[in-house]
């Protein structure tokens, strides 16, 4: 991920609505996320699947913002932007803090 450009993302329709629909002062657009995923470094991630990830991106002590992406190709590497969704961040911390 640390290797990637904005040109390497590609916003499906159904994340632009999903961004519309979810708007906040921090994410007003497809852009802000964009810029999080490229200059942030992620708090977690998990695979779903063989071509789908779930990217964490710590926002406070409080939220967290997850993205799903899926690889579009792999030579070279894109991926399509899924969807996004600002989540509590005690969905992430184990009970122990650790």
Same mark, same amino acid.
């Given at each position: #991920? !640390?290797? =990637?450009?904005? !040109?390497?993302?590609? !916003? @499906?329709?159904?994340? *632009?609505?999903? &961004?519309? %629909?979810?708007?906040?002062? #921090?994410?007003?657009? &497809?852009?802000? =996320? ?5 200059? /942030?470094?992620? &708090?977690? =991630? @998990?695979? %779903? ?5 779930? =990217? +964490?991106?710590?926002? /406070? /002590? ?5 993205? +799903?992406?899926? +690889?579009?190709?792999?030579?070279? $590497?894109?991926?399509?932007? &899924?969807? @996004? +969704? $600002?989540?509590?961040? @005690?969905?992430? $911390?184990? *009970? /122990?803090?650790?």
């Amino acid at each position: #991920m !640390s290797e =990637i450009s904005a !040109s390497d993302l590609y !916003s @499906s329709q159904h994340f *632009e609505l999903r &961004v519309r %629909q979810r708007k906040t002062k #921090m994410f007003p657009d &497809v852009t802000s =996320i964009i810029s999080i995923i490229l200059t /942030d470094k992620p &708090v977690g =991630i @998990s695979k %779903q699947n063989e071509t789908k990830f779930k =990217i +964490i991106y710590k926002l /406070d /002590d409080d939220y967290d913002l997850t993205v +799903i992406i899926s +690889i579009r190709t792999l030579n070279p $590497i894109t991926f399509n932007l &899924v969807t @996004s +969704i $600002i989540e509590n961040s @005690s969905k992430r $911390i184990r *009970e /122990d803090n650790e």
